[in-house]
């Protein structure tokens, strides 16, 4: 009890230091002048605002890149920066995972034993992968806003507002040469255009061993101190008149406007820090009663089935090398979120989260009670955001087992989701009289299978029969004892009678019978359909099923809750209104940000202080051969034995692997370029501390950190581990000329003697 409300009034004492605190925030870059510039200046900044942020000249913005697995993308995964001016690219490895994981296979297994591509012919492409730069983002609140008015239905004001933007992203996108992106901000109180272009020819350079790009595991996951080598390389490819293109032999390594020099003189506490990215999403403008919405009913379904799923793929990744390489991506990405909620959760409770969130809101209420006007406005927006979230409260359970456990339970199940279409054609055919049409629709039939016959192969690559099975079993398992009877569909329901409850049996049967247990079944079944064994099938039947009870749950959630967008709206212009004085920063929402601060270490809790580096010899003080979290490579060991660091070691002759900053980032600024006050890399975010996981809501200033990997560490395994020191060749690096050691000892001796 006591800790906690130690806890709670230092955490109010933090929070209201927050407004001068200088670290928090992730902010736009076109306003940079105006709002952060001098700050930035003062904490260490050297570049002027135009070199930062120029929409006419180069200048840093050019070299930041959004990652996404889309051609026209509207959010970006991960973060990477170009470093050369062949386009080359770093960003982290957990970034590069999924591409990495779809070119490994036994034979070759980069995931394992990492990749270096030695010339540019040996550079992997990544189908769908995309690379967006941002050319300019525009302001558009006051051609929106005005056009808008608080009667209008929510539905209205969505549609309004797209009518007025269509127009304005049509100019924009010159015929198509430019994807163009509108978003609200600040829950539809400012709107803003971004600009980007996109590159669809990325390949995959390097990447170390997950040895090193993955060290400390799951177990290290957003924890500090932390040893890992999170990087990983790729290039951007254009046409030959430096156009964007989809991949071809031709095409050649993009002149970029801008690429970021490195530095390896290494990071001192209090350096200045500029990180610029993607960051996903925050929701810091949440009211106390949408934390507790979250911590009640949100997490704990959601954390209990990802927990299931993962202990079931983990049994049979490490019983099976293969079905580790194909599991890889998937459980890494289910592992991180999962873990991320079980810190957030316990961030919100320890923190008190929810009580400090009170505090402000009745504060908040206080100052609209203080005046008629406001009144009228915002008189009844705290009540209306309780009561949607109540009223979302009773439905959100159900509907999160029903999702994960059921339509999203095994492989098998989704993959029988997508012959839905395919049936209705075939029942059209059958029930269809007339000869030249039933010839007609029998046509369809055939295309309709020919297409899923090609996405075949890649649906299988990363699936493992008796993986699926098992997890199908305890996924069917938990839908039938979390959800209500009336939830059961009939299907499951008869399965159950038929095994007495046996969801091992139920497994059993359905992976012997259905169609879709595997590709060759399934292409047998594609190059012949017919409708009697599609309606047989048990996987089938199942999906059908589940889509049947689901589907109404869903459209009923959707109903409730409708005040909230509202709501929240009034409510984020309360708050700017009641501090006129204060610069706010929106929410992330996948739009470019950059966020500033310095090198900083931390005290987690009472009598334990954290140092703000981490070294190689960590690496060693964490090994552990039987562990394949904290495998050290022969190599890596024998570099270190030898001290063999080259430029790249530190002052004192160590290797730093990675540092801390006080920046405010969230998910999609991994891979972020972490810059000096000179405008150098310095090294790459990749994670957050598990003392403030609950800094998406909340930011805690004298808790949060930014871990990055340092990039004299990135080189060092580039240069002397993988021997790829051609790729270091490309890079700009710049060092401040070295001191010869001994003459330095030497004045020093000569002043003391003098
Ligand atoms: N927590 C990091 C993030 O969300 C990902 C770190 C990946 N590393 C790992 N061991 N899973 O950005």
Known sequence: MKKLTILFVAFL????????????????????????????????????????YSVNHSSLKDAIVGLANSPR????????????????????????????QKHSSLE???????????????????????????????????????????????????????????????????????????????????????????????????????????????????????????????RIYTAPDGSPAEYAKENIPLKPKHFLPVSIDGVKENDFALIWGFPGSTERYLTASGVQYKEDV??????????????????????????????????????????YLIGQSKGIKDLNVIGQKKVFDAELQKWIDADPSRQEKYGTVLADIDQAWEEKKDGIEPLIYASITGMGGSDIIAFAQKYSGLKELLVLQKEEKDKKKKAKKAGQVRETADKMLTSLAGDYKNYDLATDRDV?????????????????????QKMMKKFKGDFSAYAEYVFANSLMADSVRAKAFLQDPSLKTLE????????????????????????????????????????????????????????MRFTYGQVLPYDPRDAVEYDYVT????????????????????????????????????????????????????????????????????GLAFDGN???????IGFIPDLQRTIVVDVRYVLFIIDKFAGAGHLVDELSISQAAPKPVHTRIKTEIQVLVE
């Open 298 to 339: 949100y997490y704990p379904p959601i954390i209990e089935t990802f927990g299931a799923k993962l202990e079931t793929w983990k049994k049979h990744m490490d019983a099976d090398q293969e079905v580790k390489i194909k599991y890889a991506s998937k459980h890494a990405g289910v592992a991180n979120s999962w873990k």
């Open 536 to 591: 047989k099938d048990p996987a089938f039947r199942l999906a059908e099923a589940y889509i049947q009870k689901i589907m109404p749950l869903r459209s009923e959630f959707m109903s409730k809750g409708q005040g909230l967008d509202k709501a929240e709206r009034l409510y984020t212009q309360a708050i700017r209104e009641m501090q006129p004085d204060k610069a706010f920063y929106p929410d992330a929402n996948s739009t």
């Open 108 to 234: 070759y297994d980069y995931l394992t034993d990492g990749f270096w591509a030695m010339s540019r012919e040996e550079e992997l492409p990544n189908e769908g992968m995309t690379a967006s730069i941002l050319v300019y983002m525009e302001d558009l609140t006051d051609s929106i806003i005005p056009m808008l008015s608080d009667t209008m239905s929510e539905a209205g004001r969505s549609a309004a507002v797209r009518k007025i933007t269509s127009r304005i992203k049509e100019r924009a996108s010159e015929d198509g040469k430019y994807n163009v992106i509108v978003k609200s901000f600040f829950e539809g109180n400012e709107y803003y255009m971004f600009v980007y272009q996109v590159y669809k020819d990325v390949r995959l350079v390097g990447a170390p061993p997950s040895s090193i790009g993955k060290f400390g595991g799951d177990t290290d996951n957003w924890m500090w101190p932390r040893h890992t080598g999170d990087f990983s390389i790729f």
């Open 13 to 52: 004492i933090l929070a209201t230091s927050m407004q001068m605190k200088a670290d928090e925030g992730m902010w736009l870059p076109m306003y940079v002048k105006r709002l952060n510039f001098v700050d930035m200046q003062k904490k260490g900044l050297q570049l002027t605002a135009e070199e930062i």
């Open 472 to 492: 199908f079993a305890v996924m069917t398992e938990m839908y039938y004892k979390k959800l209500p009877a009336d939830l059961h569909p009939e299907e499951l």
């Open 73 to 100: 993308p509207r959010g970006y995964f991960c973060t990477a920066e170009i470093v050369s001016d062949q386009g080359l690219m770093f960003t982290n490895h957990h970034c590069g995972y999924n591409a990495i």
């Open 690 to 696: 598990w003392e403030a996981m609950s800094s998406d």
């Open 615 to 682: 070294h190689l010899y960590g690496v060693m003080e964490k090994e552990d051969p039987d562990n394949d979290e904290f495998i050290v490579d022969p190599k890596l060991k024998e570099l270190y034995e030898t001290k063999d660091y080259g430029p790249y070691a530190a002052k004192d002759g160590s290797m730093v692997v990675c540092f801390l900053t006080n920046n405010d980032i969230t998910g999609g600024n991994s891979g972020s370029p972490v810059i000096n006050g000179k405008g150098e890399l310095i």
